[in-house]
Each structure stands twice: as C-alpha cells, then as structure tokens.
C-alpha cells in the first residue's frame, strides 16, 4: 500500500517536472524567436541607416 503510494507521488512529481521543463523550453524558444526578431529588425534598419548618406 505504501509503495503504491509512494509511486503515486514520484509519478505526479515527476509528470510536474516534465510539464515546467516543456514550458521553460517552449519559454525560452519564445524569448530567442523574439530576440532574433529584433537583432534582424534592428540589423536591417542599421544596415539601412549606413546606405544613406549622413546628414
């Protein structure tokens, strides 16, 4: 009885650990994407900033 319970416990632990890892992995994926985004965006406009003659 015990041991079921302790399997209970480790199994509801670690489907928790599994579901903040995914969310932190799917976070983190999320804040690169964002990241990348801006550094392109501000990269292209830096680009464009040095194409045009300086006032």
Known sequence: MESALVY????????????????????????LKAVWFILKHLGMGLSHLGTKPAL
């Open 8 to 31: 209970t416990l480790f199994a509801i632990l670690f489907r928790l650990i599994f579901l903040a890892l995914k969310l932190v992995v799917s976070l983190v994926k999320g804040i």
